[in-house]
Structure formats: structure tokens, C-alpha cells
């Protein structure tokens, strides 16, 4: 099946620095892209949805200053979590839509992120 | 707006045995159901979807769902588990094919010799 990968999948960073995570389809085009937060013994939380040329669109309650959403080619949609604190500690999931298939989602392996 | 529950947040069940994973959902219209498979620091791999047509749907790993419109549910089974299914299960819904997806909050296997 497609392949949706995450770099890095984990991450150690100081509080106040910044963060970039990126979300690749390596097999097909994903013009819609998604990124979820998921806290321990959680739920995913979908944060926002991420459109190759345009802006990101943001769910209620996500700090887009904060997260940072670029999705500049068809293959590629990046997160950066700006001036990072502990409670930015989480795993950070992508997941690409196929448009050239079925429509179908596939999902990163994840990126574990530890502010310290 | 629509809602997934998953009520049992853990289920232990002994390898061979058979497996059911609960999923209520709550939607106005046709729902649009999948369940997704977590393995530990891992992302998730899609185990079927139901769409529509046939309630009964099979899926990867020998795993079927059984929608049941009169009781809100997509309840996940499998005849006999191995030890490799040992992970966490979620169950999701959408409004349409693949817009955007709402999960519950997921089931932890685990699965005891």
C-alpha cells in the first residue's frame, strides 16, 4: 500500500526552541494532508488540515502561531511547533490523502516529541 | 457533530480465544466506519472501512465489522487472536468517504498466553 513517512520520529528538544516535523507521501500526490495530536491513553486529536498551495486550516482551540502548517509541494506538508514547552510534549501523527486513488488516508509512524 | 465511543479502554483476552472490540458511533446520516490498528510508537494502519452495501465487511489480519444501523455500531471481531494483535484499536467516523475522520478513544489488546 501507499507509504506516508515522518521525520524524525523522536525529537528532544529545550523549552523555547522551535521544532520541525515532516509528513511525506512517498508513492503518490497528497494534495489534503492532516496532522493529529495524540496525549497518552488518548484519542487522536485532529489539529489541522493541511492544503498543498494554501493555507492551513485550523481546528478550534489550535494555536496557529504555535503550530506551524506548510504544505508546499504534493508530497510533502511540514509541522513546526514554535517556541516549544513541556506541555507541547506529545505524539504528532500526519496522515495523506491519496487523490489519485481511492481517496483512501494513510498515516505516518508518528513523532514523538519531549520538550524539556 | 459526530462522536465515536469506545467503551472498554482495556480488554484482555487469551491467545486463540475470539475477540470483539466494541464501537458506537453517533451520526445524523449514513455513517462512514473504520477501524485503525496502533501498534506501540507507531501510526495507524487501516483493518477495514464500511462504506455501504453489505453490513458485514472484511478486513486485513482475518478481522470483520458487522455495521448495525438499529444499534449505532461497528463492533469489531476476530475468530481466533495471536499474540501479535496485542496492540490498541480505534474505531473512527466520518461523514463522507474521506473527509475528515473523528476516532473514539480507543481499545487496548492484550493478549495473554
Known amino acids: 500500500g501507499a507509504v506516508v513517512s515522518q521525520h524524525p520520529s523522536r525529537v528532544i528538544c529545550k523549552s523555547g526552541t522551535s521544532v520541525k516535523i515532516e509528513c511525506r507521501s512517498l508513492?503518490?500526490?497528497?494534495?489534503?494532508m492532516f496532522w493529529y495530536r495524540q496525549f497518552p491513553k488518548k484519542s487522536l486529536m485532529l489539529m489541522a488540515t493541511?492544503?498543498?498551495?494554501?493555507?492551513?486550516?485550523?481546528e478550534q482551540g489550535v494555536e496557529k502561531d504555535k503550530f506551524l502548517i506548510n504544505h508546499a509541494s504534493l508530497t510533502l506538508s511540514t509541522l513546526t511547533v514554535t517556541s516549544a514547552h513541556p506541555e507541547d510534549s506529545s505524539f504528532y501523527i500526519c496522515?495523506?490523502?491519496?487523490?489519485?486513488?481511492?481517496?483512501?488516508?494513510?498515516f505516518g509512524e508518528g513523532s514523538r516529541l519531549t520538550v524539556l | 457533530a459526530q462522536s465515536v465511543t469506545q467503551p472498554d479502554i482495556h480488554i484482555t483476552v487469551s491467545e486463540g480465544a475470539s475477540l470483539e472490540l466494541r464501537c458506537n458511533y453517533s451520526?445524523?446520516?449514513?455513517?462512514?466506519l473504520f477501524w485503525y490498528v496502533q501498534s506501540p510508537g507507531q501510526g495507524l494502519q487501516l483493518l477495514l472501512k464500511?462504506?455501504?452495501?453489505?453490513?458485514l465487511v472484511q478486513g486485513i489480519k482475518g478481522f470483520e465489522a458487522e455495521f448495525k444501523r438499529s444499534q449505532s455500531s461497528f463492533n469489531l471481531r476476530k475468530p481466533s487472536v495471536h499474540w501479535s494483535d496485542a496492540a490498541e484499536y480505534f474505531c473512527?467516523?466520518?461523514?463522507?468517504?474521506?473527509?475528515?475522520?473523528?476516532f473514539g478513544k480507543g481499545t487496548m489488546l492484550l493478549v495473554s498466553p
Open positions: 496522515s495523506a490523502r491519496n487523490q489519485g486513488g481511492t481517496g483512501e488516508l494513510f
Open positions: 508513492d503518490f500526490q497528497a494534495t489534503t
Open positions: 493541511s492544503n498543498e498551495g494554501s493555507k492551513a486550516t485550523y
Open positions: 451520526y445524523g446520516a449514513t455513517p462512514y
Open positions: 464500511y462504506f455501504s452495501g453489505d453490513t
Open positions: 473512527a467516523v466520518a461523514s463522507s468517504g474521506y473527509s475528515t475522520l473523528t
